[in-house]
């Protein structure tokens, strides 16, 4: 990482999983987790965590529409959606659910992502794992995302004078909401690593978002060697040739293996070297959580990556007190058979090599970088 730069967690969001319902994939703790995680290991000095501000309705409405904000407040008070606010607002369904706390939640996320954009500039690595709701439309919730915290913190970036941004995306599902959003800025330039076929299947490798996006859609099973491929070939040589004033990174755990949503199979100890390079290819860095629906992964994902930004060494096994935090966790979509006994231990997978495919090579030579800057 640049030397000289600390790094800063952003914590204090208080997820409501249990309203998300029985068997939705967001009825796991995730950021708590992370930060049980974290004082576990104590990785935590309370000089490097910052809470989350609530964003207010007049923030919100620098990118959402007034109508949809007053509709999610009003859903949220009655606990009921109607018919036209679901259809028109995607409020109130199986997928984005309705529940107490949702917009405090879904502001103070926002509020965060502001927050870590204004320390990016002042010289820290921000790191606020409850960020990354890079599916929210405008006027529309959306993949379980009712806000969309990325465009605000790039547009906060841009408001304090940058001109040339990038959004690296290694979610698993596609940034749909964040590249629409960004189509007709020519400050911001986006690069997507997703899962083929994959809800909400957009980001094909011809589309270009207005000129300024690279998308990299990749078979299942995409592994740390195909990753390293994409990075050396397509995301690092894009990077430096646009030398970016920031950079913003949504890093969801769902591309690792293990996740019960996505057929990515990548390692954590993977994931981690990206970010940590694509940290470096900018003076300020926002790092964003994202999707990741394994309890296991989620938390080791994230914890580890929090360790590597921070400095701080990784062990090989995991402290008693940390392996309880780990122990206690459960998850409907996954069966106790198919729990990896390793993911109660350790931080760090093993890594998870293998030949680059052509489907991948492919992806690669149709994406190209000589046309985008």
Same mark, same amino acid.
């Given at each position: 990482?640049?030397?000289?730069?600390?790094? &800063? *967690?952003?914590?204090?969001?208080?997820?409501?999983?249990?309203?998300?319902?029985?068997?939705?994939? *967001?009825?796991?703790?995730?950021?708590?987790?992370?930060?049980?995680?974290?004082?576990?290991?104590?990785?935590?000095?309370?000089?490097?965590?910052?809470?989350?501000?609530?964003?207010?309705?007049?923030?919100?409405?620098?990118?959402?529409?007034?109508?949809?904000?007053?509709?999610?407040?009003?859903?949220?008070?009655?606990?009921?959606?109607?018919?036209?606010?679901?259809?028109?607002?995607?409020? @109130?369904?199986?997928?984005?659910?309705?529940?107490?706390?949702? !917009?405090?939640? @879904?502001?103070?996320?926002?509020?965060?992502?502001?927050?870590?954009?204004?320390?990016?500039?002042?010289?820290?690595?921000?790191?606020?794992?409850?960020?990354?709701?890079?599916? =929210?439309?405008?006027?529309?919730?959306?993949?379980?995302?009712?806000?969309?915290?990325?465009? !605000?913190?790039?547009?906060?970036?841009?408001?304090?004078?940058?001109?040339?941004?990038?959004?690296?995306?290694?979610?698993?599902?596609?940034?749909? =909401?964040?590249?629409?959003?960004?189509?007709?800025?020519?400050?911001?330039?986006?690069?997507?690593?997703?899962?083929?076929?994959?809800?909400?299947?957009?980001?094909?490798?011809?589309?270009?978002?207005?000129?300024?996006?690279?998308?990299?859609?990749?078979?299942?099973?995409?592994?740390?060697?195909?990753?390293?491929?994409?990075?050396?070939?397509?995301?690092?040589?894009?990077?430096?040739?646009?030398?970016?004033?920031?950079?913003?990174?949504?890093?969801?755990?769902?591309?690792?293996?293990?996740?019960?949503?996505?057929?990515?199979?990548?390692?954590?100890?993977?994931?981690?070297?990206?970010?940590?390079?694509?940290?470096?290819?900018?003076?300020?860095?926002?790092?964003?959580?994202?999707?990741?629906?394994?309890?296991?992964?989620?938390?080791?994902?994230?914890?580890?990556?929090? @360790?590597?930004?921070?400095?701080?060494? *990784?062990?090989?096994?995991?402290?008693?007190?940390?392996?309880?935090?780990?122990?206690?966790?459960?998850?409907? &979509?996954?069966?106790?058979?198919?729990?990896?006994?390793?993911?109660?231990?350790?931080?760090?997978?093993?890594?998870?090599?293998?030949?680059?495919?052509?489907?991948?090579?492919?992806?690669?030579?149709?994406?190209?970088?000589?046309?985008?800057?």
């Amino acid at each position: 990482m640049r030397s000289g730069r600390s790094a &800063l *967690l952003i914590g204090g969001i208080s997820a409501n999983t249990a309203g998300f319902g029985s068997g939705h994939p *967001l009825a796991i703790p995730r950021v708590a987790t992370v930060l049980a995680l974290c004082r576990a290991l104590g990785w935590i000095a309370a000089a490097e965590l910052r809470d989350c501000p609530r964003a207010s309705e007049q923030q919100l409405r620098q990118f959402h529409s007034a109508e949809y904000i007053a509709a999610l407040r009003a859903a949220e008070a009655a606990q009921i959606a109607t018919i036209e606010v679901r259809e028109r607002f995607g409020i @109130g369904t199986r997928e984005n659910p309705l529940f107490r706390g949702l !917009f405090a939640q @879904g502001a103070a996320t926002v509020g965060g992502s502001m927050l870590a954009a204004e320390l990016a500039l002042e010289g820290y690595v921000v790191f606020h794992p409850a960020g990354g709701t890079h599916h =929210g439309q405008p006027a529309r919730a959306s993949g379980f995302c009712y806000f969309n915290d990325p465009v !605000f913190a790039l547009r906060r970036l841009a408001a304090l004078g940058l001109s040339r941004i990038l959004y690296i995306d290694l979610d698993a599902h596609h940034c749909d =909401g964040v590249q629409n959003a960004l189509r007709d800025d020519e400050r911001m330039h986006t690069i997507s690593i997703h899962e083929a076929g994959r809800w909400p299947y957009t980001g094909g490798v011809d589309d270009r978002g207005g000129g300024r996006s690279v998308n990299l859609p990749v078979p299942k099973g995409f592994h740390d060697g195909e990753l390293r491929f994409v990075m050396d070939a397509t995301v690092l040589p894009y990077a430096r040739r646009l030398r970016p004033e920031a950079v913003v990174i949504t890093c969801g755990t769902d591309a690792l293996y293990g996740d019960p949503l996505c057929g990515l199979a990548l390692s954590n100890g993977a994931l981690w070297t990206a970010v940590r390079e694509l940290v470096d290819a900018a003076p300020a860095a926002v790092v964003l959580g994202g999707g990741g629906y394994n309890p296991w992964t989620v938390a080791r994902g994230w914890t580890g990556l929090w @360790g590597k930004l921070s400095g701080r060494p *990784l062990p090989e096994r995991l402290p008693a007190c940390a392996q309880r935090v780990l122990a206690a966790l459960s998850c409907e &979509l996954i069966d106790d058979e198919a729990i990896d006994p390793s993911w109660q231990r350790t931080l760090a997978d093993p890594p998870r090599d293998g030949p680059v495919r052509p489907a991948v090579a492919d992806v690669v030579r149709r994406a190209g970088v000589e046309w985008a800057i």
